[in-house]
């Protein structure tokens, strides 16, 4: 089978595309990445063809997504508080790019189309922990743009009866996530601050949490879903309801680093939800055999991949 995965060059898509190399089944992986966040580095010696380019290219989708199986749309201009700077460019990446993704699906009559929204949807909303039925209350202008993906594809299925696993993804880290621009999340944030010595800055007092999930749990969850062509007329939650703060993140990661790190603390982020805990019933519903990666494991698989590759920001 050939498999399409958007935002292949990126973090969450490299690490997919890695695992789905390993897949027998698998014939063929193809990326499509505008290289925008993402790098050529991450996809070094991975069975995959890139097709370099945007996902708002609809003649690029053509000759990439042609007698695919399944597309995995993960392509996407991520991080809150970048939309906040440039929301036209995160509306246009995010939301007109699920669309033109969708109608490429649509044109090759894919048979399963799978896409990334956001935890970030829930927004204001202090329900917790967040189960899918949750009036969405976005507070971000990307939150808005994955709004708009998630909804897209559920539109897409009832519309055009497409097979569509709209997820919504809670705080993903793991090894090949950005350390090095304004915009990266705060796991790769810490452990790079860490390692070459800096104080950690936390936004506010570190006391608001979130479901931290290592890559290994979700692209595990996507190959599945791929070979099994699971399907779902909502969206589903990808995460195990395990709250932490950004403070016991700290002491984890101490923890794995063998001592103490300075921390300053700075005021909190516009845009930024208080809270983050998914329920995880549909989740465990949909995919019986889905496992949660202890965080111990996921920064020591962290910490160790980054030291390998900065030695010199120790
Ligand atoms: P990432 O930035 O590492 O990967 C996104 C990739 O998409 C990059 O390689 C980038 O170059 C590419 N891209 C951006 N705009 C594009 C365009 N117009 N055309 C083609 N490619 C484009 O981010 P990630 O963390 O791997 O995120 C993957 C997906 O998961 C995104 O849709 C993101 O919104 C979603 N998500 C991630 C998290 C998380 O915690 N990492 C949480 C919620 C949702």
Redesign the pocket.
Known sequence: MKIVV??????????LVRALAEVPQVREIVA????????CD?LLDLPVRLFE?????PDLLDEAVAGAASVV???????VPRSIDNPICSH???AT?TLTVLEAVRRHGVPQVI??????VYGANPVLPRVESLRPMPVSP?AV??LA?EAYAVAYATCYGMSVLP???????GP???ANHAYA?VVPRFVSAALSGRPLQVHGDGTQTRDF?Y?GSVTDVIVDAVLRRVSAPDVVNLAFGVRISLLELISELEEVLGRPLEVVHGPPRAGDVRDSQADSSRLRQLFPSAQRYPLRVGLENTVAWMSARVPAAR
């Open positions: 958007t935002g292949g060059a990126g973090f969450i898509g490299s690490n499509v990445d505008d290289l925008s966040t993402g790098s991450n380019g945007s996902v708002l290219d749309h993960l392509g996407a201009l991520g991080s246009h990446a995010n790019g896409v990334a929204s956001s935890s970030s990307y743009s994955k993906t997820f919504r993804f809670f705080n993903v880290f090949r996530q950005a999340a999930t890559v």
